[in-house]
């Protein structure tokens, strides 16, 4: 009896325990919940195309000295190759599994790109005033003083009706003096920006603070904020003056 009633002890934990194994939720796949992140964004209307990745601290391109390493589209027709196709995505991030992406504004969205620390002054400023915030990524955080960005996510101005009143992100990335709006760069049409997740040179990484749950705010909402933020920022002793050059560069 005793013998027949440790057998049966015993298959009886072999069996919860193979049930608490399959119980037991798997692991995430990386691959996949990277996939799962760049469909919702497409989901949301932003255009994706694929972009350059680290190689070690290089980029994967093949020009030497990289300006932007990891930091462009892989096309120089990335503008014409962008797209929202969830088959496309799908088909990319699968056969191309290092490989980062970039979103074209100017489209359905823009992105205000300021440095890190008046990113985090402003949101704060911004979510304590019940301004509607949307999605809002953080890029380079950790690596260089000065040198980490914080991404505002917001609808596009919209293109008008007479293309001559239009003016290319060129411009705002240039304003006619760093007074105007310091360390602030206003991603339109004709520019483009990494989407999370995405990988950067010295193990850093872009990432989502807030994600696309939340919707695109127009961008003059938060404008005033940030351009305040960026002038506090630009006369601290942390401001590192070459953190304010505009990318993306020529490739």
């Not at 009886?12 to 037991?24: D, F, G, P, T, Y």
């Not at 003083?145 to 917001?154: E, I, L």
């Not at 990335?173 to 007074?179: L, Y």
Request: aromatic share 6%; with cysteine.
């Amino acid at each position: 009896m005793g013998s027949e009633s440790g057998r049966f002890k015993r298959g009886e934990q072999s069996r919860i325990s193979r049930w608490l194994r399959r119980r037991k939720p798997a692991a995430e796949d990386p691959a996949r919940e990277r996939e799962a992140l760049l469909l919702a964004v497409a989901a949301a209307g932003l255009p994706l195309a694929p972009a350059a990745h680290p190689a070690g601290y290089r980029c994967s391109c093949e020009r030497i000295g990289c300006p932007t390493p990891a930091r462009h589209p892989l096309s120089f027709a990335w503008q014409t190759q962008s797209t929202t196709d969830r088959a496309q995505i799908e088909r990319w991030a699968r056969n191309q599994p290092q490989a980062n992406f970039i979103t074209a504004t100017g489209m359905l969205h823009d992105v205000l790109d300021v440095p890190l620390e008046a990113g985090h002054d402003a949101l704060q400023r911004l979510l304590a005033a019940g301004i509607s915030v949307g999605p809002v990524a953080e890029s380079g955080v950790g690596g260089p003083a000065g040198q980490a960005r914080m991404m505002f996510f917001t609808a596009t101005r919209g293109t008008p009706e007479d293309e001559d009143e239009w003016w290319p992100c060129e411009l705002d990335c240039h304003p006619e003096t760093m007074d105007e709006h310091p360390g602030l760069r206003w991603h339109c049409r004709g520019s483009y920006v990494l989407v999370p997740p995405a990988a950067l040179p010295g193990e850093l990484s872009v990432s989502w603070l807030r994600g696309m749950e939340h919707p695109l705010p127009d961008p003059l909402t938060l404008l005033e904020t940030l351009t305040d933020a960026c002038a506090l920022y630009a006369g601290s002793a942390d401001h590192d003056p070459a953190a304010a050059i505009a990318w993306p560069l020529s490739r």
